[in-house]
């Protein structure tokens, strides 16, 4: 999440203009379904029936006899037409509340492959606007990476072909088969994405970016999260092949977003990497940003969540709140309703346990990002990052012959039958990369009135190498709550990730029971009784009077005595690092002024939860609850420093009930 993505540590961009190389991405592992473009669509252009709401098909063209192409028409009957292969609309309401609101199906009858890719057509054609707008405004578009870094995601890609290869041939149905299935269908859906994208290109004058995004743009908008481990891992490879550490070429880079530089002497013509950072490092490392303007702005942020069962086991309640920067304020909640053949083998009529899934997220990413997901299977599924600072673990275990995170989160999503298979699904080939904690809540295993029974409530934590599942059921039924602040649970996990190291070092900040977030989460989740109380928890954040918001233990820890402001909204359930003082003397600089902020709250609920319409609420922009102003570009100090085309002003939105159609 963060997003997304998004509540993960900063990235080490690896920009070396003198050996930097456009990459080159893989065809997917299977393309029976090409679509090419004509001017039959020429129809469209001009209009704003595609973002307003309206139902729109998705149809084949069969009449080639080597490909299909794809053609977008309003959708005039409830039933599925000969050649319908999706429809769906896209309500841009971001203007009026916050939320951009996008729905897609896709027809049960159809082969799979087309229909996944058909399903990324529609939403690279109705959201493109969107699409470039978030683009730019985090910069994935023209910069160059460095050779190894194209060498990583170019041998991942065709890792991946491979292992699709290799799965056909083993039995139909087998957990290969069926895992590597879905994998490719993926893949099939990013292609159709940026296939769709290019035709709202071609019909419509969008005027946002000079050129087109490639299709590398587009993944990269999707590795966001992934690439903020990437890379640093490939610092922490390269050093280790010169007999180096990274705190020999860079400074020390933290779990929680603590920050720094770092240099790679050994790339080929190469001067330094240099690391987009999000000016929170520890007090004594020298902060730098980016000299390149094109360097991507990757959604550093973090995350506060919260499962609060409520008095005698009545309800429970569900919810996240996505750290991040500014610039990902554009946000579009999706429904993707794809009934999937498990196998591939239409005819033996077994789908996918989650067909359904209801999920924030932002323009062009195919997952969620912050991530928050509610599942037709009857799962709800939540996370914040953990990070990971163990350069021996990402020399040993972060390898392009893997998935990324956000491929395994939506392959666990959809493959998963019931809480216990989610963790096991989502560690296979682990990447090492966007480490989480991952939260899943099984509503099919919650009776109102009695005991949590295992099975219920579970968390899976994952470092490179290394993934963890816990039944957590006993301790929610026990405590009464579970609250997730980017700080693992697991002592292993602690320890592996280097968590432990920074509480030596900076004290109790990054402890798991006396970090100020717990503390406030422990103090007030007895406060939660019905939805607006739940709300107005995810959204709190009174760091000037609360005394758990002070940063004084960590003053104290490093002797620091000229700290000022003693209290910093990095201490709160839903931070504002906008409204800290420019000129204060923190500890950390994650305590003070920078451009980090509570982007939205989702909550869900047993009571509403409806495995068709799969209901929750939202509110999008930073918390301006309390005493908390309402941030506006027009007066921010970061109006200048942060692109934000297409976003609104203003962020005075209500919460939104998001309930879709059956």
């Known amino acids: 999440m963060v997003h997304f993505y998004l509540c993960t540590l900063a990235m080490v961009l690896a920009i070396v203009p003198a050996s930097c190389v456009p990459i080159r991405l893989l065809e997917p592992a299977s393309l029976n379904a090409r679509s090419h473009f004509s001017d039959d669509n020429a129809a469209l252009k001009n209009s704003k029936t ?29 039933e599925w037409r000969d050649g319908e292969l999706v429809w769906g609309r896209f309500n841009d309401t971001y203007l009026l509340n916050g939320w951009g609101q996008l729905e897609i199906h896709t027809n049960p009858l159809e082969n799979d492959v087309l229909t996944m890719r058909a399903a990324g057509y529609f939403e690279g054609f109705v959201t493109g606007e969107r699409i470039e707008q978030h683009a730019h405004n985090i910069g994935v578009q023209g910069f160059n990476l460095s050779k190894d870094v194209v060498n990583f995601i170019d041998t991942n890609r065709r890792w991946q072909k491979t292992m699709f ?7 139909q149905g087998s957990a290969d088969q069926v895992y590597w299935y879905h994998a ?9 994405l940026h296939e769709g994208y290019k035709m709202r290109r071609h019909v419509s004058d969008l005027a946002v970016l000079e050129s087109a995004l490639s299709l590398m743009d587009l993944l990269h908008l999707n590795l966001g999260a992934d690439m903020e481990d990437i890379l640093p891992a490939i610092v922490d490879q390269t050093n280790a092949e010169h007999g180096k550490h990274r705190s020999e070429t860079a400074s020390k880079r933290s779990v929680h977003g603590v920050n720094g530089e770092a240099a790679d002497e050994h790339q080929e013509a190469a001067d330094e990497h240099q690391e987009a950072a999000d000016e929170h490092q520890e007090a004594a490392d020298e902060h730098q940003e980016s000299d390149f303007e094109s360097s991507p702005v990757y959604n550093q942020g973090r995350c506060s969540a919260l499962v609060k069962l409520l008095p005698d086991n009545s309800d429970v309640y569900i919810g996240q709140t996505t750290w991040t920067r500014l610039e ?27 067909t359904r899934s209801a999920f924030s997220s932002f323009p062009g990413q195919l997952f969620s990002g912050d991530d928050f997901y509610l599942l037709s299977s009857g799962l709800q599924v939540q996370e914040t990052t953990i990070g990971n600072d163990n350069e021996f673990l990402n020399t040993e275990f972060v390898t392009p012959m893997s998935l990324m995170e956000w491929q395994r989160n939506v392959l666990a999503n959809r493959l998963a039958a019931k809480g216990s298979s989610w963790c096991p699904i989502y560690e296979k080939y682990n990447s090492g990369t966007y480490n989480n904690q991952n939260m899943v ?12 029974r295992n099975g219920t409530f579970s968390i899976c934590e994952q470092v490179p190498g290394y993934v963890r599942s816990t039944d957590l059921s006993h301790k929610l039924q026990t405590d009464r709550y579970f609250a997730s602040y980017n700080t693992p649970l697991d002592e292993v996990i602690r320890a592996e990730s280097g968590i432990d190291e920074m509480y030596e070092r900076y004290g109790d900040f990054f402890t798991y029971d006396a970090t100020p977030r717990a503390l406030i989460f422990a103090r007030d989740q007895a406060t939660v009784r019905d939805m607006r109380s739940m709300e107005a928890l995810m959204r709190f954040c009174d760091w000037e009077n609360d005394p758990l918001s002070s940063v004084e233990e960590t003053c104290k820890h490093i002797n620091m005595t000229d700290c000022a402001p003693l209290r910093s909204a990095e201490n709160c359930i839903a931070t504002r690092g906008d409204l800290m003082p420019s000129d204060g003397k923190y500890p950390m600089s994650t305590f003070g002024y920078r451009n980090h902020v509570a982007i939205d709250a989702k909550i869900a609920s047993w009571s509403a939860f409806d495995p068709f319409t799969l209901p929750s609420r939202a509110v999008s922009g930073p918390n301006n609850e309390g005493n908390m102003p309402t941030f506006s570009w027009s007066t921010s100090s970061f109006r200048d420093k942060a692109k934000h085309v297409g976003h609104a002003d203003t962020f005075d939105f209500p919460w939104v009930d998001f309930k879709w159609q059956e």
């Open 441 to 452: 809540f099984d509503f099919n295993a919650f009776e109102p009135g009695k005991p949590l």
């Open 50 to 78: 595609y973002t307003n709401g309206q139902a729109m098909s998705v149809y084949a063209d069969r009449s080639r006899k080597k490909s299909t192409e794809f053609r977008v028409q309003p959708r005039h009957a409830e």
């Open 328 to 354: 990902f304020l554009l946000r579009i909640y999706k429904l993707y309703d794809f009934p999937l053949s498990l196998t591939g083998n239409k005819t033996r009529g077994q789908k996918v346990p989650a």
């Open 184 to 192: 490719n269908l993926l893949n099939e859906q990013l292609e159709g």
């Open 165 to 171: 290869a290799l799965s056909e041939e083993t039995n």
